[in-house]
């Protein structure tokens, strides 16, 4: 077992918050998180947390609070472009069988008030408006300095700070620098008493095939009272430059004109379903574009006495719904392996870095897999895949290809499970 006592841990997003739950419930490591928003987060929209992922938090004790906030439902409804039922998925029917836990959707901010309502019942203390500006190394263990003049000084530090991470560029790994993937996404939460009375037959994910990406609509509270949306589409970088500025000027275009764009992107959606789609983005007041950006991979995860964790090591595209399972599953293995007969951080990190890139590369590549699909095409290969995806629908429907877990072997993998011992192949 290491002799680690104190983990200072940069963020208080999921991985961070989950960390400092998980090592001081675990692993009775004294943990301080230090976070660069003066109060919790309110950014974002609704978040997909499949099998994986959730037995990971109902590990932690969480699960309960969550299921009480958010919507659990893996079916899905595909529609074609024309407003018809291509046919129906169960995404989890097979994990959920394995493992006991299904899909379910959440609003961002409900599960960071459940990260943050358990670790305040854990006494974890947690400083708001800190910004790191310097990481040092030493005997004693490593020291971080911030904005403010404070320091802090632990045996270990976390890096859960995101794409963005500030302990990755001022310590780990200067060179892997954030990447746009190509795909943008605009969204919004809404609710259903807004809405004409079908929304509230809305009770699963559904996803619309248009020419020009894909239109989502989803519960995200148990009693299917709100509604999340979001168009997954393809966005070139802007004339403006792929800056902060240029994506900021691009985005309040985005943002004026989402009203006019969605319409004529859903004008081809017939009968009820398309008109409930329209209704969907007439009722909707505000919304937020985000061009998505993710990280190359192949950077390094730790450095000293310092580790990267979730969207500091490996941020991803969203498209496989994977980004806070891959954070959990992280901080999960990262205990198991404070615990072993592995002493030296070195020997941890080492292990921790031959099982966790082999999945995180599969996740990953999976998820850029699937946003390609939200790529422009011209109608009649849209009509191609909607025929393709309509015979595939039926045939894993008939010949119950769910029991064998196809498509959903990623969804039960336990990190709990994996050997953890034995030689290195570093
Ligand atoms: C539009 C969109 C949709 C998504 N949908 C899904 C989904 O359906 N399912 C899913 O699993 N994942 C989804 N993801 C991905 C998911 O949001 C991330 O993978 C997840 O939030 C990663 O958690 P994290 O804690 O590593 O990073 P973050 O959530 O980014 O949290 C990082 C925290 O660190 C703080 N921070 C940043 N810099 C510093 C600093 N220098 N000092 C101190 N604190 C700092 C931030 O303020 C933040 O609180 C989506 C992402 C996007 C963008």
Redesign the pocket.
Known sequence: MSAIQKAII???????LAAALRLSQRNHISCVV????SEP?TL??A???PPN?LRLLHRLGVYESLAARGAVSSKLTVHSSNGTDLGEIDLASWSERKTGFGLMRIK?TDLLDVLLEATEKAGITIHYD???VAVEESAQGVSVTFSDGSTDTADLLLG???????VRTLHVDQNIVPEYSGVS?I?SLLPTSELSPSASSVSCLNATLTPDGLFVLMPCTPSGDGLFWFFSYEVPIPASGDTRDGWEEHRKKEVERFKYNLFDVLHGVQGLWGHLLRDVVSQTKVVKF?P?FRLPLGGSWSKGNCLL????AH?MQ?HA???????LEDVFLLSRLLESSYTSTSDIFAKYDEIRRPRIEKIYKTAASNADRRKKTSPWRLRIMECILWIGLKGYKYCRLDRWGIGQKDLVYDIDQVEILGAFRL
Not at 321 to 327: H, L
């Open positions: 940069i963020g208080a997003g999921p991985a961070g230090y976070e660069i928003r987060t974002g929209g978040i997909g947390i992922g961002r800190k910004r790191l859960c700070d995101g794409i963005h991470s500030s996404g969204f985000y998505v964790l979730g969207d500091a941020a969203p719904g994977q980004g806070v399972s891959m954070a």
